[in-house]
């Protein structure tokens, strides 16, 4: 298993469109943050994936479970980066 595989919240799938767009290990994602990596993943999502892939990422970053996070944090995350 990969490094990206070993964070929590990215699966195969994930870890496989990360890499596609040049995020190729847990170092590089964290170099880059959710919202960056997002943006570079975003038009392989659709609309109805996109909220909860943004909070994997953040989720992942942190080292916990996307639903770990606070509310009001995933809130502010999700209007700045999906508007």
């Not at 919240?9 to 596609?20: C, H, Q």
């Not at 959710?34 to 994997?56: M, N, Q």
């Not at 942190?62 to 509310?71: L, M």
Request: net charge positive; glycine share 8%.
């Amino acid at each position: 298993m990969d490094s990206l595989q070993q964070m929590p919240n990215i699966g195969s799938v994930l870890a496989g469109r990360l890499r596609r767009a040049g995020v190729t290990d847990s170092e590089e994602l964290r170099r880059l943050g959710a919202d960056r990596a997002f943006d570079r993943i975003r038009a392989e999502l659709s609309e109805d994936a996109r909220t909860h892939t943004l909070l994997a990422l953040e989720g992942a970053i942190r080292g916990t479970r996307w639903t770990a996070i606070p509310t009001a944090e995933r809130e502010i995350l999700v209007s700045r980066v999906l508007g």
